[in-house]
């Protein structure tokens, strides 16, 4: 079946501008998470839905990120005024219902900002 | 949150077992303990998880120490296409953050 699929797979913009990063996770699956990649480094936890809801904010690295679910399936991750230290690769993926802590976690490929 | 610890890289020889540690002394009783690995370019995919006993699968084996302080992901025959970084990640039963630390980058001689 289909697993979990990013767009777009690289964005290029410009400092000061918004995107918005969208993640369409594995059907039936009820939890979300979005992870940011910098280069060379390992996966840091931005946020978590389960359903709609985001029980867990903190991960975001300042008030220009912010993120929403809607009807329990697609995600966005929006990312105002960028600056450059936001380019990275922002990673989703998602999880079926029960226990986090052990249920296998799918990743998708990714969408690679890059921000001049 | 728990901590792990990898080292940065290792080397194996193609199609010989590879034994790879984690160290994770300030393990929690209800900590699970995951493997993710990542090859280039793509996003983590899942490789095994356990909690205390080894735990054997199609893609590898898990053998978790007695005291749960360390752990060893064990591939039996390592090939060209097990190049990547893998990552030992600790999560508490009931939470939903994997905490990532930078991984160990395995290469393949062919």
């Known amino acids: 079946g289909a697993g979990v699929s990013q767009s777009p797979s690289n964005k290029v913009t410009e400092k000061g501008k918004d995107v918005e990063l969208r993640c369409d996770p594995i059907?039936?699956?009820?939890?979300l998470y979005w992870y940011r990649q910098s280069l060379g480094q390992g996966l840091e936890f931005l946020i978590y839905?389960?359903?709609?809801?985001?029980?867990?904010k903190s991960g975001l690295p300042s008030d220009r990120f912010s993120a929403e679910r809607t009807g329990g399936s697609v995600s966005t991750l929006t990312i105002q005024r960028t600056q450059q230290e936001d380019s990275a690769v922002y990673l989703c993926a998602s999880s079926s219902a029960g226990n986090p802590s052990y249920n296998e976690q799918f990743f998708g490929p990714g969408t690679r900002l890059t921000v001049l | 949150d728990a901590k792990t610890t990898q080292p940065n890289s290792m080397e194996s020889n193609e199609e010989e077992p590879v034994h790879l540690p984690c160290n994770h002394s300030t393990i929690s009783g209800t900590d699970y303990i995951h493997w993710y690995r990542q090859l280039p370019s793509q996003g983590p995919e899942y490789v095994i998880h356990?909690?205390?006993s080894n735990v054997n699968n199609r893609m590898a084996s898990l053998a978790i120490a007695e005291d749960r302080k360390s752990s060893t992901l064990i591939l039996h025959r390592a090939t060209l296409r097990d190049a990547a970084v893998y990552y030992c990640?600790?999560?508490?039963?009931?939470?939903?953050?994997?905490?990532f630390g930078t991984g160990t980058r395995l290469k393949v001689l062919a």
């Open positions: 990640i600790l999560s508490t039963s009931g939470t939903y953050k994997y905490i």
């Open positions: 059907s039936g699956h009820t939890a």
């Open positions: 839905f389960q359903g709609n809801s985001a029980p867990d």
């Open positions: 356990g909690l205390t």
